[in-house]
């Protein structure tokens, strides 16, 4: 069974760092897709950016990249120059196989507090 | 703002009551999800349509909620006789054809059962 596992609970980071996020993940398939999304204050819930298994180069859109090391089933979010407003619970995700009809399993969520 | 609407934002029920809530997919997303992420932000996964046919419930689904998503009415989940337990933030989400397709997410119901 496919299962997304966040272990850090909570990260508090500088206006202007780097933050990296941890999440790995299980899954019997050969081909996944792997999704990370944010949760503001207000409950909305965003898409970011997505990995998919089969392609080698990290995905990168905007402040946000991934670490993707496939033999360690790991898929860690980068976020550059980090903003006050990137404050938020950030979830990792994945999906196995190629139907878009097949759920999404979602780890726990990490914390991410930014000061100024 | 969210392109997938949910009504209402909040919703209090009594133990034993029915609680109800909607979902307007986002145009052209011909495939809707509904999960109930708890206190602890697991993501539990309901139910999911393509279009108005049921694709996959789960067993909880089956026996207290029911759901469905009529041709030209938003969709709805229901839960027939409220639990404690059922407080939770009811998230419905959309998504286009394609496995690497994503989530568009409505804000959400508060579901709280007293």
């Known amino acids: 069974a496919q299962k997304v596992t966040q272990t850090q609970t909570s990260i508090s980071v500088m206006e202007k760092t780097t933050v990296t996020m941890d999440c790995v993940y299980e899954?019997?398939?050969?081909?996944?897709?792997l999704f990370w999304y944010k949760q503001t204050a207000s409950g909305e819930i965003v898409f970011l950016i997505r990995?998919?298994?089969?392609?080698?180069e990290n995905a990168t859109v905007g402040h946000y990249s991934l670490n993707f090391q496939k033999p360690k089933s790991s898929i860690g979010l980068i976020i550059t120059a980090t903003q006050i407003e990137d404050s938020a619970v950030y979830f990792c995700a994945m999906r196995e196989g190629y139907s878009n009809t097949d759920k999404v399993v979602f780890g726990t969520g990490t914390r991410l507090q930014v000061s100024p | 703002n969210s392109k997938v609407i949910q009504t209402p934002r909040y919703l209090v029920k009594g133990q034993g009551q029915k609680a109800k809530m909607r979902c307007i997919p986002e145009?052209?997303?011909?495939?809707v999800f509904w999960y109930q992420q708890n206190k602890n932000n697991e993501f539990k996964f309901l139910i999911n349509?393509?279009?108005?046919?049921?694709?996959?419930q789960i067993d909880m689904t089956e026996k207290r909620f029911s759901a469905e998503c009529p041709s030209n009415s938003p969709c709805s989940l229901e839960i027939q006789s409220s639990e404690a337990g059922d407080s939770a933030l009811y998230l419905c989400?959309?998504?286009?054809?394609?496995?690497?397709?994503?989530?568009?997410f409505g804000s959400g119901t508060r579901l709280l059962v007293i």
């Open positions: 899954t019997q398939d050969s081909s996944y897709f």
């Open positions: 145009k052209g997303h011909p495939v």
């Open positions: 349509f393509q279009n108005q046919e049921v694709l996959q």
């Open positions: 990995q998919d298994s089969y392609k080698k």
């Open positions: 989400a959309s998504s286009p054809t394609g496995g690497h397709s994503d989530y568009t």
